[in-house]
Nanobody, 125 residues
Framework: HVQLQESGPGLVKPSQTLSLTCRVS??????????WNWIRQSPGKEPEWVGA???????YYTPSFKSRATITRDTSKNQFTLQLTSVTPEDTAVYYC?????????????????WGQGTQVTVSS
């Protein structure tokens, strides 16, 4: 049974870089034909897909995040990370990591096989 657990700083100042980690248990993140995603839900907004890393290591991003987001992985720790640069208060959200066998590109957690409980990130000075 795959489990995902997000972790992050909780509070970030505007203009800083946000770094979140998703630790995966129950299977390697290099499992064939699996995609590892980041999704976020900001207050009062629909959840949005931020980006994903495929089992090959290739990354995909929503165009609006492409210039600021970077997804990397550490296979030795079986985890992947999201870095988001130049954050603003609009980046305040609950961030989730999720896994699926297909490239979903949706913000609906129910569309994914597995997802974590989410981690709250607040951007404020």
């Amino acid at each position: 049974h795959v489990q995902l657990q997000e972790s992050g700083p909780g509070l970030v100042k505007p203009s800083q870089t946000l770094s979140l980690t998703c630790r995966v248990s129950g299977g390697p993140i290099t499992t064939d034909y699996v995609y590892w995603n980041w999704i976020r839900q900001s207050p009062g907004k629909e959840p949005e897909w931020v980006g994903a890393m495929a089992y090959t290591g290739r990354t995909y991003y929503t165009p609006s995040f492409k210039s600021r987001a970077t997804i990397t992985r550490d296979t030795s720790k079986n985890q992947f990370t999201l870095q988001l640069t130049s954050v603003t208060p609009e980046d305040t959200a609950v961030y989730y990591c999720a896994r699926d066998k297909y490239m979903r590109k949706t913000g609906r957690l129910e569309d994914y096989d597995y997802w974590g409980q989410g981690t709250q990130v607040t951007v404020s000075s």
